[in-house]
């Protein structure tokens, strides 16, 4: 197996794409539906997650006001909406993932969001800067479990310990620890503390091909 840096893999949510703000509005209007308060406190603790744990979170504030499913189809039809109208990239995002796939190195998007989600994005990321793709409901246990990485690195044949994974939540930093990946943090809405073998940065705009490739000899 080669040495060296053999694949790239994004989060989607918070890293490549600014969509934290687009969630919480979504999980407003839905906590209203349900009769309850929503706000950033309680977005916090969703951030990294997957649908079905806000479902089950946002289910335990208000009580069983409304069906599971029903909840579900009212965060994915919300976030539809707002994701085919607009894609807002994160700073460096779109920069980072030219020079990847300009090198010629295997790219994965792995998200812990559903595949219908997921395609809307790809829209406005970039369908031809990922070798594969990723979606929460591919997989039989999503972040911070390993599967989804593991599940990347399956499909493209590459040894986690020389892919890097970029991610910005908690969750996801776990997820890709596990696997066994090189783990950068960029963090967005929750601070994710520096570790033994994790390396932390402020934004995208800091991060370059030469930099990601020093991170494995």
């Known amino acids: 197996m080669a040495r060296g840096l053999q694949a790239v893999f994004f989060d989607m949510d918070g890293l490549l794409?600014?969509?934290e703000r687009?969630?919480?509005?979504v999980e407003y209007d839905v906590a209203g539906r349900?009769?309850?308060e929503w706000g950033p406190v309680h977005q916090a603790a969703m951030v990294g997650g997957s649908l079905e744990r806000t479902v089950a979170y946002l289910l335990e504030l208000s009580g069983p006001a409304a069906p599971p499913a029903q909840v579900g189809r009212w965060l994915l039809d919300g976030m539809a909406e707002l994701l085919s109208a607009h894609v807002p990239l994160m700073p460096g995002a779109k920069d980072l993932l030219t020079q990847v796939q300009g090198a010629g190195l295997p790219a994965a998007l792995v998200t812990s969001t559903h595949?219908?989600?997921l395609e809307h994005a790809l829209d406005g990321i970039g369908r031809e800067f990922f070798t594969v793709t990723v979606a929460g409901d591919e997989v039989?246990?999503?972040k911070p479990a390993p599967d989804p990485y593991l599940t990347a690195a399956r499909l493209l044949e590459v040894t986690p310990r020389r892919c890097v994974v970029l991610e910005d939540?908690?969750?996801g930093v776990a997820a890709a620890e596990a696997a066994g990946c090189v783990t950068v943090a960029v963090p967005s809405v929750v601070a994710v503390p520096p570790a033994a073998g994790r390396t932390?940065?402020?934004s995208?705009?800091?991060i370059d091909l030469p930099w990601l490739r020093r991170l494995i000899p």
């Open 17 to 19: 794409v600014d969509s």
């Open 115 to 117: 595949r219908r989600l």
């Open 169 to 171: 939540s908690p969750a």
């Open 22 to 25: 687009l969630w919480l509005e």
């Open 204 to 206: 995208l705009t800091e």
């Open 200 to 202: 932390v940065v402020s």
């Open 140 to 142: 039989t246990r999503t």
């Open 34 to 36: 349900l009769g309850v």
